[in-house]
């Protein structure tokens, strides 16, 4: 489903947006702001670290488009989710026993989570809100605020 160019709220093809007003959907394209970024660019860039999703989140003309503060939002929540299950399994690796039989399980979770950041950054650059299950829903939360 496209989305609003103006607001960012996801609308139905050919109908024009209710907070806007006037804003269609005939064609999904993204705006370019006046650095000259288009909004799916910006929102692939803010996967790259978090320091370009914290940048998307504090200078202006950036901030004020729902699509990039979504995915700026997404990738800073899914840093933290990520950093709190390598911890999580760098306690559970100590543990005697316990440790040598997770030892097939941190490359599985490294290609796992290799393969859902790809996922993310793909999705944003073709101009798509995917939202992850928990993560996805705190990060449209705080786009909407």
């Not at 940048?55 to 989710?81: D, G, M, T, W």
């Not at 299950?85 to 979770?109: K, N």
């Not at 939202?131 to 705080?142: F, Y």
Request: charged share 10%.
């Amino acid at each position: 489903m496209p989305f609003c160019p103006g607001c960012g709220t996801q609308i139905a093809e050919g109908t024009t947006c209710p907070k806007c007003a006037g804003a269609s959907a005939s064609a999904p394209t993204p705006g370019v702001t006046a650095t000259g970024l288009t909004d799916n660019v910006a929102g692939a860039l803010a996967y790259v670290t978090i320091i370009p999703a914290i940048v998307f989140l504090v200078l202006e003309p950036y901030n004020r488009k729902r699509f990039i503060r979504f995915h700026s939002f997404q990738c800073i929540f899914f840093a933290v989710a990520w950093t709190a299950l390598w911890i999580i399994l760098a306690f559970i690796g100590h543990i005697p026993f316990l440790g040598w039989a997770t030892l097939l399980l941190w490359p599985l979770v490294s290609l796992a989570g290799f393969i859902l950041w790809l996922i993310m950054v793909l999705k944003a650059y073709q101009g798509q809100m995917f939202k992850l299950p928990v993560i996805g829903d705190m990060a449209e939360k705080q786009a909407d605020a």
